[in-house]
């Protein structure tokens, strides 16, 4: 069973500060997934990842796979980044969905 | 938008309750996966759908089923309802089982009282 671990936990910011959000997982994945998830649940994906780095806009996310850890990074961070990011994995078992992490709770402060 | 709608938004129910909550795919995809969120947790895997029949299951106990149906649309049908019960309920929808592109709808909310 894959443990998906994130951290920090809680983070708050002032805007424009560079904001780093660390995933870890402990059995070889398919890909990984960050996603966004705003108060009243709603999730948006903004990354699937298996292997190296991309970027959208102020946003980049990077995995490597040896070590089995991916970042996030918000550049410029804004107060409307603030959100609940969570990394997600596929173990690639076809049917077996995705092992979240319990996300991180991100708050920019004006 | 994910072009994937969940109904109702919220419900509010009581123990022992039966509860059905739904979800509309994307149009053209065959798969549908249905997640439980518990406060301050990420969320959890309950099953897959993939053309009209499950297809995965996480570890949910059998009063958790479900229904998906050919015009994309699904339901969560959960029995006997429990207080831990309590939680938003997430559906997201894909092409022919890919989990690694999902999408996902705004969820429901349920409260068991």
């Known amino acids: 069973k894959n443990e998906v671990e994130q951290s920090p936990q809680n983070l708050t910011a002032q805007e424009g500060e560079f904001i780093t959000i660390n995933c870890s997982y402990s059995v070889g994945i398919s890909a990984l997934h960050w996603l966004q998830q705003h108060p009243g649940g709603g999730i948006v994906s903004l990354f699937m990842?298996?292997?190296g780095k991309k970027k959208h806009g102020r946003l980049i996310a990077t995995i490597n796979i040896q070590e089995k850890h991916s970042s996030l990074h918000i550049t410029a961070s804004h107060p409307r980044d603030s959100a609940v990011y969570i990394c997600a994995c596929h173990s690639g078992g076809g049917a077996d969905g995705l092992t979240f992490g319990k996300g991180t709770h991100l708050i920019i402060q004006p | 938008e994910t072009g994937v709608t969940q109904s109702p938004t919220h419900l509010i129910k009581t123990r022992g309750q039966q509860v059905t909550l739904r979800c509309s795919s994307q149009s053209g995809h065959n798969t549908v996966s249905w997640y439980q969120q518990a406060l301050g947790q990420g969320p959890q895997f309950i099953f897959q759908?993939?053309?009209?029949?499950?297809?995965g299951r996480g570890n949910f106990p059998p009063r958790f089923s479900g229904l998906q149906f050919p015009n994309y649309s699904s339901e969560l049908n959960v029995n006997a309802l429990e207080l831990d019960d309590s939680a938003l309920y997430l559906c997201a929808s894909s092409w022919d089982g890919q989990v690694d592109t999902q999408y996902f709808g705004p969820g429901t909310r349920l409260t068991v009282l």
């Open positions: 990842l298996s292997s």
């Open positions: 759908y993939y053309r009209e029949e499950e297809n």
